[in-house]
């Protein structure tokens, strides 16, 4: 692969983070970026760091669980991505 | 209702950043269902649909009661959405050892209404079941905050809700008349 595919291959995406239910703007990144990657990136970025990354969720707007293992060119045309803190055990 | 612990302006002003980030994604939460219907000290009141229904349901409706906020966490009640008394109804949630367990208690000892047994509500951390879990260690987590009990709520309750039962019965109401010779 030439280095022009690579500058081909890394096409930013333009994503507004909400993070539980708190708004921190819009983020850029490469749509080839794996979306636990992304998810370890804007906690850190936004230094939501008092828990462990593992227990935060990714959703898109509509509500639905995001497969961390994906890519973010694997949900096409998203727009937003929300992270929403898992509950601590109850019952 | 329930006494007084700080300056109600602490709280007001802990509940109105609440709100108004909320009230940012309105638009966005209804796509989800999620209906806010109000939002006036110290309460928000929301209610849910099933929206994988067609047409959607409105499932419950909830009182979040930010009074004492955050030096308690916020009460939650859990209500008919049309008579907006008392409901209960399960939170499932599958454990990581593949064992279901419902969050929704029948009563609380001190309120007698349904609620949900999870870290971050008032009923949870004032349940002497969980008096070694204090809300103090989740105070600053964002356990806790409005979207975070809505998020839950909507998960544990309403998600889990995508296809209807119906069952049908018939009920006699009378006899055709056969032809008399």
């Not at chain 2, 950043?17 to 989800?32: G, N, T």
């Not at chain 2, 929206?51 to 909830?62: C, G, K, N, S």
Request: hydrophobic share 35%; net charge neutral; with cysteine.
């Amino acid at each position: 692969m030439t280095k022009k595919d690579d500058k081909k291959d890394d096409k930013k995406i333009e994503i507004e983070i909400i993070i539980s239910g708190t708004g921190y703007g819009v983020m850029s990144f490469p749509d080839g970026i794996n979306l636990k990657g992304l998810r370890d990136q804007v906690l850190e970025k936004t230094n939501n760091i008092g828990q462990s990354s593992e227990n935060w969720e990714v959703r898109d707007s509509d509500g639905n669980l995001l497969d961390l293992s994906k890519h973010l060119q694997d949900y096409g045309d998203i727009k937003q991505l929300w992270f929403s803190l898992k509950a601590g055990i109850g019952g | 209702m329930q006494q007084l612990l700080i300056d109600p302006k602490v709280s007001r002003k802990k509940f109105k950043k609440e709100v108004k980030d909320l009230l940012k994604y309105k638009s966005e939460l209804r796509k989800r269902g999620w209906i806010i219907e109000s939002a006036k000290f110290p309460i928000v009141r929301v209610t849910f649909l099933a929206i994988r229904l067609t047409p959607p349901i409105a499932i419950l409706t909830v009182d979040i009661d930010f009074t004492n906020y955050n030096l308690c966490a916020p009460s939650i009640r859990f209500l008919n959405p049309v008579t907006l008394t008392p409901n209960c109804l399960q939170a499932l949630r599958k454990l990581p050892s593949g064992e279901v367990s419902n969050l929704m208690i029948n009563a609380h000892l001190d309120t007698r209404e349904p609620f949900l047994c999870l870290p971050g509500t008032n009923e949870y951390h004032t349940h002497p079941q969980h008096d070694g879990d204090s809300w103090d260690i989740h105070r600053y987590t964002r356990e806790g905050s409005l979207f975070f009990l809505l998020d839950n709520i909507c998960k544990y309750l309403v998600q889990n809700i995508s296809a209807f039962h119906l069952s049908f019965q018939f009920t006699q109401i009378g006899f055709i008349q056969e032809a008399v010779e």
